[in-house]
């Protein structure tokens, strides 16, 4: 198991049991919350170097973290997920799941494979000092 998402007043804990877990209302999730207000696939859970990544896939109702509607984001335990207005805490052990180091953060955002989402976006330089604004020909 690589962690558990703890129902917010009461329910049963549910098992995070991939790396990998697709949550939403169809019988084809991985995890399923039979709500109305549940997407069919509402978001997606990946496993990360120790760390839980959450995906809003476009859902009708959105995903939050802690409060805050998002597209992406890295997760950290005890952090609130609200799906749709369902909230969750998500437990997990970071050092367990083979973290080494804190969560890969930086200033202009997460880190995955080792780019932010910025520069996986092409939004900022590759390894180049000049600005992005205004200094192409």
Request: aromatic share 6%; with cysteine; net charge neutral.
């Amino acid at each position: 198991m690589y962690g558990e998402l703890l129902p917010i007043g009461g329910g049963d804990p549910i098992p995070l049991l991939k790396t990998f877990l697709i949550v939403g209302r169809r019988e084809s999730a991985d995890i399923v919350l039979r709500f109305p207000n549940v997407s069919g696939h509402h978001c997606e859970l990946t496993l990360t170097d120790g760390y839980w990544i959450i995906k809003d896939l476009r859902s009708s109702n959105g995903t939050k973290v802690n409060g805050d509607r998002v597209t992406e984001k890295l997760l950290k335990p005890g952090d609130r997920l609200t799906i749709s207005n369902h909230e969750f805490e998500i437990a997990f052990d970071p050092a367990g799941l083979g973290a080494t180091a804190p969560p890969p953060e930086t200033s202009t955002g997460i880190k995955l494979f080792g780019k932010s989402l910025l520069e996986e976006a092409g939004l900022v330089g590759r390894g180049s000092s000049r600005s992005s604004r205004g200094s192409r020909p």
